[in-house]
Every structure is written in C-alpha cells, then in structure tokens.
C-alpha cells in the first residue's frame, strides 16, 4: 500500500503552509477538551477569566467581610468621600457606597450571565430546531419568533413588572431573557438552513447519530461565532437594559440595588460626587469588557481555522 | 543562465508568435510572498499547439494571466514574454487591450461569467469584432452569426439573440471559442477550457477548438491538467511543478521516454481507460511544496523516488535531456541522464510495492452470493417552483425514473455517467432509508418503506458512505478523533474501544495514529479523503457508497485513493456502490458497471464486458469521449461525438431517450428507426445471452451493435 507521508508542514484550503496547530502526543482529546486546551493558551482571556471569578467572589464575600450593610444607614457621615472608614464614600442619606456596589454587583452579574445564557440558549435551540426539521416545527418557530419580535418588550415588562413585586428578581431575569432572543432566533435559523445541506450534516444522519446530536454537534459549533457574539452581547444588553428599566422605577426596586439603579442615582452627581458614580460605572464597563474578551478567546478556540490563533 | 540560452537558441530559426522568457509572479501574502511563477521560459510557434500541464497550485493558470495581464494589481510580474516581437510585460491596460482580442484570442475555464450576462452573445461578438474591425453594425452581425456556424451553434441566426443564460455549458464554451477566433488572432490562451464540461460535451468542444485552430491557422497555448487531452492535442507540452517548468518538449517524445521522475510519476498515476481492471496505479507520494518560502533545492525531492543529496541542496536547471531522441527535449533533474525509459540502471524509478492485483480473489460465482442491495424501478422525481410569494409548481424533474440493479457481497458496481442522469440521486435515496417515491429499495434483506426505526438505525451502521469533497464532508470543527469516532459513537461504542479503533483506522487508512488531534483544516485534500475513507469504515460496513471518491483531487493523490479504495476492498472484502462521472477512474476498481442516461440505466453488465464491448450508443459515445494519456493512441482513435446537450430532465421523451443525440439512430433506415420513436427500449431490449456471451451484460437499445471505441 503506498500511503502520503505527512509532512511537517501542512496545507489548509488555500495550499498555503500552516503549522500544525496541535500536539500530536498521542494522548486523544474529545473536542471539549481540545477547545479549553486552545482556550488556555490566551493569556488576556485567563485574565479575563479570572477577573470575573474575583468579581463573584468580590461580590458574594465582600459583604459578609465589611462591616457595614447596604441598607443601613451611617448618620454620622452624609456624602463623604472615600476614607478608611468608608471604602468607596457614602451617600446623601449617609448609606455605604462599597456596601452598595457589591450588592448591585451581585444583582448585575447574575442577571447579565444569567440573561445572556437563557436568551442565547433559545435563539440556539428554537433557530437551529426550526431549521434543521422544517415543515410544522419550522412554521409554529417562526411563528413565535415574528410573535415576540412585534410585541413592545419594553412596555410589556414594564406592565408585568409591577405584578412581580414580592417575588423572586429571578423571573426579572426570565422576563429580560424572554424578549431578548427573538432576532438572534432569526439568524440562527437561517444560518441552520444552510448548514443543513453540508455534506457533513448527511454523513451524520446517514451514520445514524440522532437528530438532537446533529443539532449540538454539527450545527451549533459551525455557528459559535455568532452565537458566542450574539450571548456576549445579551450580557451587556441585559446589564443595560435592567440599568434603563430600574431607572424608570421597574426592575430592581428599592430598597434593592442594582448597578443600574445606583448608576441612575449618580449620574446627576457624576461631576460633584463622582464616587456615587464613577464605582459602579467603573465596574459596568470592566464586566462587559471581561465578557467580550472570554468571548473573543472562545470563539477563536472552538474555530479551527480563526486567523487569530495562528498568532500565538 | 546558460541553459536559459539553450532554450532560445534551439527554435530562433522560426520567430515564435510568443516568446518568453524567464517569467516570475510573486503574490504578496499574510505568510510570505506565494512565488507562483519562478522563471517560466515558453515559445509558441506559428500553428503550434503548446499545452502547458500541471497540477493545481503549479502555476500554470497564472502564467496565462499574467501573458493576458490580468492579474490583480498586487501580483509582481517580472521577466518578458513577446507576442510577434512586442513586449507584452509591463504594458498598460489601454495598450493590452489592443492585443488582447485581435492578436490574442482567450479562451476561459467558466464561460458563464466570461459573458455580461444582460447583452445577446450576438452583440457580444459583434462588439468584438467592431471594437478591432472598422465594419458596420450590419456586417459585425453577418459575420458573428457565421461564427456561431463555424463552432457549430444550431440555428445560428436564431440562437444569436439568446442570452448566455439561455446557453449550456457546452454551447457557451463554444460561442467563446467563437469570440476568440473572431478578429483571426495568431494565438489563442486557453485556460482549462473543458474543466467544467461533461466528457461528451468537452469531446465535442475539443473537436470546435481543433476546426478553429484549422480555419484561423493560429498557435494555441492549452492550459489543462488532463494529460489526455494533452496526448490529443498537443505539438509540445510543459510539464510545470511548483511555479516553474520541469519538462518540455515534442508531446510524443515526452510521453514515450520522459526524462524528469515528476512526468514519469504523473503519467504512472493517471487511470486508464485502456487499462486492465485490477491493475494498481502508481501515485506519487507525499503533498506539492508551499509555494511560499521554497527551501532550496529540487521542490519534487521530498516527493521523489530517485532523489540523491544534491536534489535537497540545489535546484536543477532546465536542460537538454541526455537521453532524448529530440533536440528540444529539456528537463530540470540532476538526474535526468541516467533515466533512460523510465529506469535508472534498469530499475524503475517509481517502483510497484506490490504487483499482485488489487482485484478480490473470491471466486465464488456472482449467483451465490449474498444480496446486500436491491434497487427496482426506483423513481425520484422533484417538483419544479416558481414564484418568490406564492410558489406553484410548474413541472417536474425526473431525476430518477425507473433504475433497477442489485449488489452483492464483496462486489463493486459502478454507476456512470454525465452530470444531471440521476446517479447521485439514486445514492442519496438509498441513503436516506426512507420508502421511496416510486420502486422499492431493499438493503440486507429489509424492504425500506417497512423499516421500524431501531431497525433502520442497524442498516445504518452496514451502509456507510464517502462523499465526493472530504472538505465539505468533514466538520471543520471537530478534531479528526471525534470525526472518526463519530458513527462508533452513535452506535454505542464505549470511549476506550472507540479510541483505540481510530488508532486502528487511521492506520488502515495510511495515516498517522499520532495525528488524531488535528482539525481538518490541516490536512491536504488526499489525507482528507482518507479521513472520510475511515470514517465510512469504522463500524465495518457491508456496504460502503462512494459518491465521486476522487473528482475532487489532484491526478498524483487521487492514484493512492483508488489503490486505497481497491486495497480496502480486498482486504476487508467489502462490497461498492461508486459513483463517477470518469469511466476510467472505475476501471480499476468496479467489478460491475452500470451506465445511466437521464434518470436511467442504459447499460449494466460485468466491468470487463462493458469495456471490452459496450453496446449502448451512449455508453459507446462516453468511452470514445474519454482522452487516452497516449498520443500516438489518442491521435489515431475514430472518435463519436454526439450532436447536442442533454435534455432537460424536466420533459418526458416518447420512445427511446437518447435518441436526440444518437449516431446509430440518424444512420439508419426509416424502418428501423420506428421502434426507437415509439417505444422505449427496456433495460434488457439487448442482452449477451442473446449472441452466446455471458448473459450479465444487458443494454437498453432496440438495434445495440459492436463497436472499437478505445
């Protein structure tokens, strides 16, 4: 049998010369781990990645640490500047900023990661669904989808809002999540269309690999780069969209603090007081930039042919 | 450069119609400069075919653009190329376009986008001709439809007025053959003219250029990596490799004793009609150079037989080769003195590895044998849409309309023929498991229109298949372990067993266990298809489809896939279904072939039978259609070319289907044509039987004859 020895040198599509990216130790790796092997090797997204860790930890622990709690009142400083006493100042009616912060940290956090995961996981599972099976499926999808998308989001979480009073703040994230999906949904589910027809696709269905692993196998990976930009985008979405709703008094209902609710509360003092604003607009745009960053790093691992990876 | 001199002088007593001379084009890049051309040295003389062949990537194509000076603005081009004494290198736009259509016709690779799609192809050639001619609009007109006449257009007045979008394939390629010749230029570029066309239709496009070539009595620079169309056409060839020409020479003489290991091995690895079934091709191992950052040396030594020391140290010039029975017969090896035939001291230079026959040596007579696969009357028909808003359906496609055949163990059936008969939409259905439209499927024994689903999900794992492009069939996302592992997965196999039966595979397949983390991405096109070679085989199928194994790879790798395919087959003793537009790419591994027409089976019967002595016209048509790598072979075949395109598989056609296009038709008697007006012809309207042959052999012809097509 003649066979093609391999040489050190590999070619891609365009004939041009590519190092071989991975090392053949004989040790096999499933994809999953492959992918957080490539992902490993991007320093900026484990620091990344550990920032958000620090951040959870920050905002989970710091409370029970400090002594100050973020309802509680302080009556002998009245919009102090940071001290040693008070970390990050207090406000006008003399609560702790740091106290506050964490806590709306706590609040943000979740409800970004939280929304961005749920309304990224939809968009995937209806699109691709709707897509991949065609016909009845295909039409009550698409149905939903153009349901949702003309329905004013803002107003309707804006009247159901009021009715979650006294509940769980999670059914806020489900509310966010729920009107969040409906245009990634859309691409998603073109994106399928054309990703069904790939030969690859066939070879799966025709190896007899069930339609539900077709989907997470072959088609949702083939669009990581959209669906990993589309979640990091609901993130920060979510974030600012909570932020805007608290504003206008849904949401996050005080005595309960968000990062929103406390950044509508600074802004007016953003140049007078600017501790009030400045610590928790400063931790916004930090979150939102961690999570494009672990994005970007994700997108680049899960895609093999990703321009970026060849840099490093 | 001394060898260099030795070229011009060899044919300065005719001034060539195109001269050049140390041609180099560099491509920027991300990587590097991509050193496409490297010195290319080239003469066409006056009514001289040179054909320039290589494989993808050899820079064959960019040395006829940049002669055109069509390159994109990022391309360096350096040296010189002389059109009947002016340069042409360097030239402006305005000044090449003077050249360009009246000294030099082009021929493209896709005619499709060579038309403005939104003016007539009569306008098209009328403004060819008025742009370099002073002649009125009425005249411009006369003569284009005389063109159209001339390369062979039915009705040529009428067909003048359509739009290239009304064209085939076949007749577009024409009417640019028409466009090229219309200002009688003294050379015509052609860049791999009848790529896109189906065998029968570049057979007949060939003959075009040939008359073409006749009435204008122009030179004719062919770019092709078909070394049958060469042995066909060609006065000389250059043999280009890794941007620079490594042989050249008399088309004859090159072929009869080439004096460079890279020639011999290309013409070891190229399928041969004519050859016996069984007998193993010799493929060239290991993948052509990047072409940016060449190390020095010969780039053929890594993949190179006969390579010595100096091979990896220094890059042979192109010289007159010592052996040669011509004077301008010039190679580019340190070796090249001491190949005589194809030897070094008499050995081969590309030796056999094994010289057994790749055919299985189970002798047990084709009746006994289990039947894994029975196909009748299947039909598959596609309903044809029109309208954005509300479609309705307006006709329909008989893709697959009414074809009968059956598979047995350990056997290899081909099905044949050209693009739009069906072949590939047969497959899918029985891929797909499912009841069909019309007909029945019946795999392992299980009619599938009574499939329960777990029983369906067994057959799936005995019937496997192999796409035509590994690029498009393998998941670009998965590494190689995961794409292998894939059906053991599906089928319950448990993590461990699954690894080490990838290691197993990869093995099997001639590749490196080592190599299992690797994406697609980083594997050449014949590794890849080997990929999916393994992939097909991890549940060890009884049944494996190959949908165009190799239509998709270079001549040299697609040689290691067939002797891989045939290996495998006798080794594993599975059984094929092989699709193939490419009669002489299933010689050597189908046991049975069958030949389809629209939708149809027009011939099926034992390899041997059907190549020896095919008797449907059609099939008769196909194999003289196919170029033999043999130029004294090739020149002196009578060859049938059919009048016409295919039908449109939308209309239903009284009577026989291939009687639009047939040549024993037109010659026969009223009387005898009747029966081909009225009635169909079945599958068996001929069989062997009937003159005494073995009775496998059955064509769809009221009137099948004997006939020498190779």
């Given at each position: 049998m003649a066979i093609e020895p391999l040489s050190e040198i590999q070619h891609n599509v365009e004939g041009e010369a590519v190092a071989p990216t991975t090392t053949d130790d004989g040790e096999v790796l499933s994809r999953g781990r492959l992918i957080w092997r490539r992902f490993k090797r991007r320093r900026s997204a484990m620091v990344a990645l550990g920032f958000i860790g620090l951040m959870f930890l920050f905002a989970f622990l710091g409370p029970l640490v400090i002594q100050w709690n973020y309802e509680q009142i302080d009556p002998t400083s009245f919009l102090e500047p940071p001290s040693s006493d008070h970390w990050f100042g207090t406000t006008q009616?003399?609560?702790d900023v740091f106290a506050q912060t964490l806590r709306g940290l706590q609040k943000s956090l979740i409800i970004g990661l939280l929304v961005g995961l749920i309304s990224t996981s939809i968009a995937a599972v209806v699109g691709a669904t709707a897509g991949y099976f065609g016909g009845a499926v295909e039409r009550v999808n698409l149905f939903l989808v153009s349901l949702l998308l003309v329905l004013p989001d803002f107003l309707i979480i804006a009247i159901i809002s009021p009715r979650l009073k006294g509940q769980s703040w999670l059914w806020f994230v489900l509310l966010l999540s729920i009107f969040s999906w409906t245009l990634a949904a859309m691409v998603v589910h073109s994106l399928t269309l054309s990703l069904r027809g790939r030969e690859y696709v066939s070879a799966a269905r025709y190896m007899g690999v069930p339609a539900r692993t077709v989907i997470s196998r072959h088609i949702l990976p083939n669009m990581a780069s959209f669906l990993i930009i589309d979640a990091t985008l609901a993130v920060s979405g979510a974030i600012l969209l909570e932020s805007g709703l608290s504003y206008f008094g849904f949401g996050i209902q005080p005595p309960d603090v968000s990062l929103g609710t406390l950044i509508a509360q600074g802004t007016a003092s953003a140049?007078?007081?600017?501790w009030l604003f400045a610590f928790s607009g400063g931790i916004l745009v930090a979150i939102v930039l961690t999570v494009n960053i672990i994005g970007d790093a994700l997108r680049d691992a899960i895609d093999p042919s990703s321009k970026s990876r060849a840099a490093l | 450069m001394t060898s260099r001199k030795a070229v011009t002088s060899s044919t300065n007593t005719t001034a060539p119609t195109l001269a050049v001379e140390n041609l180099s084009v560099t491509f920027p890049s991300e990587g590097g400069n991509v050193q496409a051309v490297r010195g290319v040295d080239l003469q066409v003389g006056r009514g001289e075919v040179l054909c320039i062949v290589g494989e993808s990537g050899s820079g064959k194509s960019t040395v006829a653009l940049a002669l055109m000076g069509l390159l994109p603005q990022s391309a360096r081009v350096e040296g010189s190329a002389r059109f009947k004494g002016d340069e042409l290198i360097g030239l402006g736009d305005r000044a090449l376009s003077r050249i360009r259509g009246k000294g030099v016709g082009m021929v493209f690779q896709d005619p499709l986008s060579a038309f403005t799609p939104v003016y007539t192809i009569g306008t098209q050639i009328s403004e060819a001709l008025r742009v370099h001619q002073d002649i009125s609009r009425a005249q411009a007109k006369k003569r284009s439809i005389e063109l159209l006449d001339l390369v062979g257009i039915p009705q040529p007045d009428v067909r003048a007025n359509a739009f290239p979008h009304e064209y085939s394939g076949g007749m577009r390629q024409r009417a640019m053959i028409a466009m090229a010749i219309a200002n009688d230029p003294d050379l015509i570029i052609a860049d791999e003219?009848?790529?896109?066309?189906?065998v029968t239709v570049q057979a007949q496009v060939l003959e075009v250029m040939r008359k073409a070539l006749r009435e204008t009595g122009a030179g004719l620079l062919l770019i092709t990596h078909d070394l049958g169309i060469v042995a066909g056409m060609a006065d000389r060839v250059a043999v280009m490799y890794a941007g620079r020409v490594v042989e050249q020479g008399g088309v004859d003489e090159v072929y009869a004793s080439p004096g460079m290991p890279y020639t011999l091995g290309l013409l070891g690895a190229v399928p041969r009609l004519d050859a016996t079934a069984g007998e193993p091709l010799i493929p060239i191992d290991g993948n052509p150079p990047s072409m940016i950052g060449l190390s020095p040396g010969c780039p053929f030594a890594s993949r190179c037989p006969a390579a010595i020391d100096i091979c990896t140290t220094t890059e042979p010039p192109l010289v007159e080769y010592?052996?040669?029975?011509?004077?301008?017969?010039l190679t580019a090896c340190h070796r090249s003195a001491e190949i005589v035939d194809g030897q070094i001291d008499g050995a081969p230079v590309f030796p056999l590895l094994h010289h057994e026959s790749l055919l299985p040596r189970d002798a047990t007579p084709r009746d006994d044998r289990a039947i894994l696969l029975i196909v009748e009357d299947l039909v598959r028909e596609y309903p044809l849409r029109r309208g954005g808003v509300f479609p309705r359906r307006v006709?329909?496609?008989?893709?697959?309309?009414g074809v009968s055949f059956d598979v047995r163990a350990g056997e290899a059936l081909a099905l044949v023929g050209e693009s739009g008969c069906g072949k590939t939409s047969t497959v899918t259905e029985v891929m797909e498991l499912r009841t069909p439209q019309g007909g029945s499927i019946s795999v392992l024994g299980s009619n599938t229109s009574q499939l329960d689903s777990a029983e369906r999900f067994r057959i799936r794992g005995e019937l496997q298949i192999v796409f035509q492009d590994p690029l498009s069939s393998l998941d670009p996302r998965l590494p190689v372990g995961d794409i292998i592992g894939e059906p053991l997965q599906a089928h319950g196999v448990d993590r461990a067993a699954r690894r080490a039966r990838v290691s197993e595979l990869l093995t099997l397949v001639g590749l490196e266990p080592s190599h299992i983390n690797r994406y697609p991405s980083e594997f050449s096109g014949g590794q890849r298809q080997r990929i999916a070679i393994a992939r097909a085989l991890a549940l060890e199928p009884a049944l494996v489809v190959l949908d165009e194994p190799v239509s998709a790879l270079d001549v040299s790798i697609q040689a290691g896939v067939l002797n891989l395919l045939a290996d495998l087959r006798k080794r594993l003793g599975l059984a094929y279904v092989m699709v193939a537009h490419d009669l002489a790419v299933v010689r050597l591994t189908a046991d049975r072939v069958a030949v389809m027409y629209l939708g149809r089976i027009v011939e099926i019967g034992a390899a041997d039978a059907v190549f020896s002595d095919p008797r449907h016209p059609y099939t008769q048509a196909l194999m003289s259609a196919v170029p033999l790598p043999d130029p004294p072979l090739e020149r002196a075949r009578q060859r049938i070319v059919l009048v016409g395109d295919q039908p449109s598989p939308t209309e239903r056609i009284t009577g026989c289907r291939f009687r639009s296009r047939c040549f024993l038709y037109t010659s026969l008697p009223a009387s005898l044509q009747k029966p081909c007006e009225e009635e169909e012809p079945g599958i068996s309207a001929w069989t062997a039987e009937s003159e005494g042959h073995e009775p496998d052999h059955i064509a769809a012809c009221w009137h099948a004859q004997p006939r020498d097509v190779v």
């Open positions: 009616i003399g609560q140049f007078t007081y600017p | 003219p009848t790529t896109a066309l189906d010592a052996a040669a029975n011509q004077p301008d017969h006709g329909t496609v008989y893709a697959v309309d």
